[in-house]
């Protein structure tokens, strides 16, 4: 037999035994949420990050298929456990409009397959008001002071 053949019957195999491992998506209840500054600022934050930084994840089809549905549950399992939305803590949020801002979020690979959290300048100026007006402005150095002032 040809090596190529091997190769390629290999790995039709192993995405054939991917298919029987179910990963379970789970969407636990809202516990608390932030004061939004706006209706606007809520949605568009649940548009563009609420996927993996809520309790109120829409799992696209694609998220059921092995090997790609083990990506996109630690993505979102990651995501939540950075910044939960819907596990809401004073504080929590101050650093999104400066990660939004640099473009740390989204994360490209989000952005590939939802398109509608590419924003425009102005809905991305407008977003960024909004976040810092819910959450606080983000300004590093004193948050690093406040951290370390304060014994745990």
Known sequence: MNKKYIIGLSAVAILFVLQLILVKHENPAVKN????????????????????????TKWPW??????????????????????NISEYVADDGVKSAHE??????PMWIYTIMHSEAVLSETESAEFIRGLEATFGKYDREELEKNQYSHPE
Not at 42 to 56: I, L, Y
Not at 62 to 83: A, T
Request: overall charge negative; hydrophobic content about 25%.
């Open 100 to 105: 939004f801002k640099t473009g740390e979020m």
């Open 33 to 56: 949420s932030p004061n939004w500054d706006s209706p606007e600022t809520k949605a568009t934050f649940m548009r563009v990050c609420g996927d993996c930084h809520s309790n109120e």
């Open 62 to 83: 694609y998220s059921h298929i092995p090997p790609v549905s083990f990506l996109v549950e630690y993505d979102v399992k990651e995501g939540r456990e950075h910044f």
